[in-house]
């Protein structure tokens, strides 16, 4: 099972790195948003585990097309910034904010299922 808790942290993180990049000249674009949904660390336990593991569940798939989506909205947001649209890839990164917060609520609802799946 997926540590739920520690995949939600690892997305904050992300977050504010993608938003430190917009605000700062020299800042590189995280790693990750440069990678495919399918390639990061949370993809590769998606494809391998989790949705083979959850398949049962509405919002795991749905957890399949938020992080796709997020991962779409990333490559633009560093698309926008490298051609100096810095306006633009902020309100991009608003935008993210709210199917980020989807995200975490999708997860969170995954790993109470996954809970009580477990104590029955």
Not at 70 to 98: D, G, R, Y
Request: charged share 20%; glycine share 4%.
């Amino acid at each position: 099972m997926v540590n739920f808790s520690l995949a939600k942290a690892k997305h904050a993180i992300w977050n504010v790195k993608l938003t430190t990049f917009i605000g700062c000249n020299n800042a590189a674009a995280p790693e990750n948003c440069l990678v495919s949904y399918r390639d990061c660390q949370f993809g590769k336990w998606l494809y391998t585990q989790g949705l083979s593991g959850y398949r049962t569940l509405a919002e795991m798939r749905e957890i399949e097309l938020v992080h796709r989506q997020l991962h779409q909205m990333a490559l633009e947001v560093i698309q926008l910034k490298e051609a100096n649209q810095i306006q633009m890839a902020q309100e991009k990164v608003i935008e993210m904010q709210i199917v980020s917060q989807r995200m975490m609520q999708l997860m969170d609802k995954v790993a109470q299922t996954a809970t009580v799946s477990s104590q029955n």
